[in-house]
């Protein structure tokens, strides 16, 4: 079975500054997607950026990218230039082929101003 | 982008009660929808995938008599928590695949119903 592990429960940047929130994962499965979600206040999820197993290069989006690390089995999400709207709790997530998706724990990020 | 609706937001019953919470895909057909609960400061769990026109299978220990789900029509799911305790006050989220899009196509997320049973 998959599964999803984020090692940080919490995490604190500087306005501007860059953070990097950190997921393994692992898988027997050689097609498959990973996701970062993001989930504000109001509980909303809300798609960070997506990334395709089969493609080696790492998915950006605006401030956001990844390092995916297939072999390691790593998929860590990057913000630079961190705002206080990007405060929220963040998860990482598998999707299966049977389209299911599993969810890390949750990441809290907290933007210091 | 695609919209999925989700009623009630919030909802408050009484012990033993039954509630119906919709999940409707606004502008696109879904011939897939998955319910999620979340509890406080937890993450999203799995309880069943719904599919149009047949019996919804479930995650192992969710208890399918008393989650109800119902997948009548291609942009329609409903949830119906019977005889509700307290302990099934959570937060349950749906989220829908778009028909015919093969395994690349996003999902997409309802807004959440917190139900709260006193």
């Known amino acids: 079975a998959q599964t999803v592990t984020q090692s940080q429960p919490e995490m604190s940047v500087q306005e501007a500054e860059t953070v990097t929130l950190s997921c393994t994962y692992d898988t027997s499965e050689s097609d498959y997607y990973l996701f970062w979600y993001k989930q504000p206040p109001s509980r909303q999820m809300i798609l960070v950026i997506r990334?395709?197993?089969?493609?080696?290069q790492n998915a950006t989006e605006n401030r956001f990218s990844v390092n995916f690390q297939k072999a390691a089995k790593s998929f860590s999400l990057k913000i630079s230039d961190s705002q206080l709207g990007d405060a929220a709790m963040y998860f990482c997530?598998?999707?299966?082929?049977?389209?299911?998706?599993?969810f890390g724990k949750g990441t809290r990020l907290h933007i210091l101003p | 982008g695609a919209v999925v609706s989700q009623h009630p937001s919030r909802v408050i019953c009484k012990s033993g009660t039954s509630v119906k919470i919709e999940c409707r895909s606004l502008?696109?057909?879904?011939?897939?929808m998955f319910w999620y609960r979340q509890f406080p400061k937890q993450s999203l769990m799995l309880m069943a995938t719904?599919?149009?026109?047949?019996?919804?299978?479930?995650e192992q220990g969710v208890e399918k008599d008393k989650f109800l789900i119902n997948h009548a029509s291609l942009t329609l799911s409903t949830l119906t928590v019977t005889s509700a305790h307290p302990e099934d006050s959570s937060f349950y989220i749906c989220?829908?695949?778009?028909?015919?899009?093969?395994?690349?196509?996003?999902?997409?997320f309802g807004s959440g119903t917190q139900l709260s049973v006193l």
């Open positions: 502008d696109f057909q879904a011939t897939t």
């Open positions: 719904s599919n149009e026109g047949s019996k919804a299978t479930y």
């Open positions: 997530a598998y999707r299966r082929r049977d389209d299911k998706i599993i």
């Open positions: 990334q395709e197993a089969y493609k080696q």
């Open positions: 989220s829908a695949i778009m028909a015919g899009q093969g395994f690349s196509e996003k999902l997409f």
